[in-house]
């Protein structure tokens, strides 16, 4: 097993690399990947109270956020699309499809999603070149976003995007802008607001519902599609905006142990999807036969959406 040391300077292009033999548990724990110390706009990344242009923007999409996500909205949204009628298309068509589609929750970046996609799977190409399923998780764990679109039924980026949260239990502290639940309908439901809720210790997080978007939708298209993809994948798919567990470790008296397990895995996702955004643009053509052989061997043709 090796790891990447060095990084090209470009997505897409080869590069001279350095490799160091390492085992098994050492990769689980880390990659090659250096953090940036600025996004592309030099400022921390997540910084949601750093003065800028998106600064304000940003908030008002939480305060709408935390005001809406109720335990009621989200069952009625899960009930209406895993019904997975809206549109038949492959996975490389819909990531076609995000060319068009800018995060407005997104404090780091202001670039077309497909860009994120393919660096981000560039990125965990490199430092991990043995683990083709995490590549391709890179590039499709955002894929829910088309909900945004018309197609989709054009939902609010309220609806969309953003850190995602627990709803039918007490929100924690340490999600972003968590002074705007008080606003939330549920905050103040006895059945909603405690540590447990509608929920028991270590139930598991495939039975708890969490705040609708692009996560959860994209896990439920890739699981109806009958993806053969591993579990790992796709608690990277539903959590990798569950920033109140894998960066602040709330929510873990839900987890059952399967749960901790794949957590190791969305910590080292997490990396990639956060600090990977950048104005160095991919070469798309140059990659895109690698990414096409990975949609053939864990997805079907043509999916439900």
Same mark, same amino acid.
């Given at each position: 097993m090796t790891? @990447?040391?060095?990084?090209?300077h470009e997505f897409g292009i080869e590069a001279e690399e350095k490799k160091v033999p390492i085992d098994e548990k050492e990769l689980v !724990?880390?990659? +090659?990947? !250096?953090?940036?110390? &600025? =996004?592309? $706009?030099?400022? &921390?990344?997540?910084?949601?109270?750093?003065?800028?242009?998106?600064?304000?923007?940003?908030?008002?999409?939480?305060?709408? =956020?935390?005001l809406n996500q109720t335990y009621d909205f989200v069952k009625k949204m899960r009930e209406e699309y895993s019904r997975l009628n809206r549109m038949e298309m492959s996975i490389w068509e819909c990531?076609?499809?995000l060319n068009d589609v800018v995060d407005e929750s997104d404090p780091d970046l202001d670039e077309p999603q497909i860009e994120h996609l393919l660096q981000t799977a560039e990125a965990i190409r490199r430092d991990y070149p043995n683990e083709d399923w995490l590549h391709l998780t890179g590039l499709i764990h955002d894929?829910?976003?088309? !909900?945004? !679109?018309?197609? $989709?039924?054009? @939902?609010?980026?309220?609806?969309?995007? +953003?850190? &995602?949260?627990?709803?039918?239990?007490? $929100?924690?502290?340490?999600?972003?802008?968590? #002074?705007? $639940?008080?606003? =939330?309908?549920?905050?103040? =439901?006895?059945?909603?607001? &405690? #540590?447990?809720g509608a929920y028991s210790p270590g139930c598991g997080l495939n039975n708890v519902l969490m705040s609708w978007g692009h996560d959860d939708y994209m896990y439920l298209v890739a699981k109806e599609n009958n993806t053969t993809l591993?579990?790992?994948? @796709?608690?990277?798919?539903?959590?990798?905006s569950f920033y109140a567990l894998h960066k602040s470790g709330a929510y873990k008296h839900l987890m059952n142990e399967e749960d901790f397990e794949n957590l190791k895995w969305l910590q080292i996702f997490n990396k990639y999807d956060l600090y990977s955004k950048s104005k160095?643009?991919?070469?798309?053509?140059?990659?895109?036969?690698?990414y096409l052989s990975l949609?053939?061997?864990?997805?079907?043709?043509?999916l439900n959406w």
């Open positions: 790891i @990447l040391i060095e990084q090209p !724990l880390d990659g +090659g990947f !250096l953090v940036p110390q &600025t =996004n592309s $706009f030099g400022q &921390t990344f997540r910084d949601y109270d750093a003065e800028g242009e998106r600064q304000p923007g940003v908030e008002n999409f939480y305060r709408i =956020n935390h990531c076609e499809l894929l829910g976003k088309v !909900l945004l !679109l018309p197609s $989709f039924g054009g @939902l609010p980026q309220w609806a969309v995007v +953003g850190d &995602t949260y627990p709803v039918g239990c007490a $929100f924690d502290e340490s999600i972003v802008h968590h #002074k705007y $639940f008080k606003e =939330n309908p549920d905050y103040e =439901n006895p059945a909603y607001n &405690t #540590k447990y591993p579990s790992a994948a @796709l608690f990277i798919i539903r959590y990798h160095v643009r991919v070469d798309v053509e140059k990659v895109k036969p690698y949609i053939d061997k864990y997805f079907p043709a043509k």
